[in-house]
């Protein structure tokens, strides 16, 4: 099979939402190499952001449906696709990009030459400031024993509300405290904390990358954040289907926002500290429960807005109540997408890759893909 197969597969990947972006030296080819055999990479360009069955597949890719469909269940295996199962009716399959998406679904496949390119390839080339702060796919809320008034609080934010709004939860390791265990310079902080809900819970579940949980273990690593100052950040959608515990030393996302001078203006968040400073004792507990750096002390706490990002993890060991949550003004507020659907498109328009009437295009193409193959 040609060498340029991985190129075509990169080629694919840079036009999902979050992007694949081409390096000078090949370090996204090395790492789609790890991951793909030749044959999953060339099956894989033909899977659309559309879940099809896999006849449709077969067609499309030019493959006999045995083939196609034991590919199809050995890659979805492996993560590197997405699938659906539903009672009754048969699986139906999805292409899905890098980052929040394949990454996180090898947290069980891990190795140390894939973590050293995966690490270096966020940090250098996949992480882009700009594109994360106009359409972030993860967002900050607030720990709720922070929030200074608990009613003006929408759903959304209220991660207890979150939880409640599903029925469906599974558990797995977080995998940047994971790759950071491998690599010998792993925090403190709890392992199993990466909560996922509704369908994506079957995913996790049917595919062995996590284990289901019920509700109330659900809440019980949601008390984990508060206690071991951890960050919660669900996915940037009203209906969030998942919720991830992240710390600064580890996390993908707030190890590179760190890195940036004003990290507060990057991260979605409907909130921000601030301190009395006639109260505060200058105890410095705040320090290490910041995760952004975002508190100096010198008499008394100054919070830092460029830096902060509302967790409020500062809030809840403040012995003098002297540290708070503001609520920011309507102009400040971040504008979050109703779901997953609106956010991918929202996504492809920054990076400017695919607008609604490509997603049009593409459902009739489907549409038709699926008739021929099924006629």
């Known amino acids: 099979m040609s060498e340029d197969v991985y190129q075509r597969l990169a080629k694919h990947l840079d036009k999902m939402p979050g992007g694949f972006p081409a390096t000078e030296d090949g370090l996204e080819i090395r790492i789609l190499k790890r991951l793909f055999t ?32 034991q590919m199809l269940t050995e890659m979805a295996d492996r993560g590197l696709i997405y699938d659906y199962h539903t009672p009754g009716k048969e699986p139906l399959y999805m292409g899905y990009h890098f980052i929040v998406g394949i990454w996180e679904f090898q947290v069980n496949r891990l190795d140390l030459k894939l973590i050293a390119d995966v690490d270096e390839y966020m940090e250098r080339d996949l992480f882009n400031p700009q594109i994360w702060k106009a359409n972030p796919q993860l967002r900050t809320i607030p720990v709720f024993e922070s929030i200074p008034n608990p009613a003006e609080v929408l759903p959304y934010e209220h991660a207890e509300e979150i939880i409640n709004s ?30 996922i809900m509704g369908g994506g819970a079957d995913y996790y579940r049917r595919h062995g990358i996590g284990r289901e949980i019920s509700k109330a273990d659900a809440f019980e690593i949601l008390a984990l954040a508060n206690e071991h100052a951890l960050v919660l950040q669900p996915s940037n959608t009203k209906d969030a289907g998942n919720i991830c515990f992240c710390c600064g030393d580890c996390c993908g996302v707030l190890r590179n926002v760190k890195q940036y001078p004003q990290p507060g203006t990057l991260i979605s968040s409907p909130y921000l500290a601030v301190v009395d400073s006639e109260v505060c004792s200058a105890c410095e507990t705040c320090l290490d429960r910041c995760q952004m750096e975002a508190i100096e002390v010198n008499g008394y706490a100054k919070i830092l807005d460029e830096r902060c990002i509302g967790c409020g ?51 009739i193409r489907s549409k038709v893909d699926r008739f021929l193959a099924l006629s």
Do not use: W
């Open 38 to 69: 030749p044959e999953q990479a060339e099956l894989a360009t033909h899977l659309v952001l559309l879940p099809e069955p896999a006849p449709v597949v077969a067609r499309r890719a030019g493959l006999s449906l045995s083939e196609t469909q």
């Open 166 to 195: 599903h029925t469906k939860f599974a558990v797995a390791d977080c995998i940047c405290r994971k790759e950071k265990n491998l690599t010998g310079e792993s925090c403190d902080k709890p392992l199993e904390t990466c909560l």
């Open 313 to 363: 993890l500062c809030v809840t060991t403040c012995e003098t109540g002297a540290l708070s949550l503001d609520r920011k003004s309507t102009e400040d507020m971040p504008y979050i997408p109703k779901d997953s659907k609106e956010n991918l498109l929202r996504l492809s328009r920054t990076r400017g890759v695919i607008n609604t009437p490509d997603l049009v295009m593409m459902a």
